[in-house]
């Protein structure tokens, strides 16, 4: 193909599904500051309410929000949830704190832990993916994703002191939803049985009910399986039905070890 057709191909592709990438820097940026803003010291928070609202506005514009309410109306409403939030997030840090021997400070916590950080931006994204807001939920938590190893759908829904610990591959589902004091480790999968886009407004991903540990590499699968109160799931567990609170479930792989004594 000569240059000018390679050229009219791609203006063709380009036109067909228009993307605005700057759309997706604007909300890291939006997402870096709403952090900050929330717990740097050095951040002063008056004058970075301000910028935030107004990113807030650009980035609905790009994403195509056209519903009611306005976007500067839509702004107070998700600053009058900053509090608890906040408060949420606290409880999350204190969550780490007593149950992780290894952490050494609260300060820590906000600062090394990516399963904090991952949940700080599920926080923070979740009341916009309740607003129903088209990609911002989304791009944030993704922005989180890359940065993590967490992918948390900003549509689960999590309660008070939630503890991710040492956080890569975690992956929680958009319907799943995680009650109170709950504790999971790394490549932790909360996921549905199957995937098809008729299931898109059911429930696919698992309910965990208070208290519940999960160790690493378990998978539970299901909108329907719920795994009870109290109740731990061992290591590399793979789970597609309802657990009874109290249980313990586990997987007890066959390992052998050859020594030199057996060569002989």
């Known amino acids: 193909m000569k240059l000018d057709e390679i050229i009219t191909e791609i203006k063709a592709c380009k036109s067909e599904n228009p993307l605005?990438?700057?759309?997706?820097?604007?909300?890291?940026?939006?997402?870096?500051?709403l952090f900050l803003t929330l717990f740097d010291c050095e951040t002063?928070?008056?004058?970075q309410i301000e910028i935030l609202e107004d990113e807030f506005e650009e980035i609905l514009l790009l994403c195509g929000w056209e519903a009611k309410p306005p976007?500067?109306?839509?702004?107070?409403t998700y600053m009058a949830e900053l509090p608890e939030i906040l408060r949420m997030l606290k409880l999350d840090a204190?969550?780490?704190?007593e149950c992780d021997p290894a952490s050494n400070s609260r300060r820590e916590i906000y600062l090394a832990y990516p399963g904090f950080y991952a949940t700080a931006i599920y926080r923070l994204a979740h009341p916009f993916y309740r607003y129903g807001l088209p990609l911002l939920p989304r791009l944030?938590?993704?922005?989180?994703?890359?940065?993590?190893g967490v992918d948390i759908n900003p549509g689960a829904q999590i309660g008070a002191s939630f503890f991710i610990d040492h956080a890569t591959g975690v992956v929680i589902g958009e319907t799943a939803?995680?009650?109170?004091?709950?504790?999971?480790?790394?490549?932790?999968?909360l996921g549905a049985l199957y995937v098809a886009k008729e299931l898109q407004k059911t429930k696919r991903h698992p309910t965990i009910e208070d208290n519940v540990?999960?160790?690493?590499?378990?998978?539970?699968?299901?909108g329907r399986t719920v795994i009870g109160a109290n109740s731990v799931?061992?290591?590399?567990?793979?789970?597609t039905e309802s657990v009874a609170p109290n249980s313990k479930v586990y997987h007890k792989p066959e390992i052998h070890i050859k020594t030199e004594e057996d060569a002989l």
């Open 140 to 148: 944030m938590t993704e922005y989180a994703h890359r940065q993590t």
């Open 94 to 97: 204190t969550a780490i704190a």
């Open 20 to 33: 605005r990438f700057r759309l997706k820097r604007l909300m890291e940026s939006f997402t870096d500051r």
């Open 177 to 189: 939803i995680i009650k109170n004091n709950v504790k999971i480790y790394q490549g932790v999968t």
């Open 44 to 47: 002063p928070v008056n004058g």
């Open 233 to 239: 799931i061992g290591g590399n567990a793979w789970i």
């Open 213 to 222: 540990t999960i160790y690493a590499n378990a998978t539970i699968l299901g």
């Open 71 to 76: 976007c500067r109306d839509l702004w107070k």
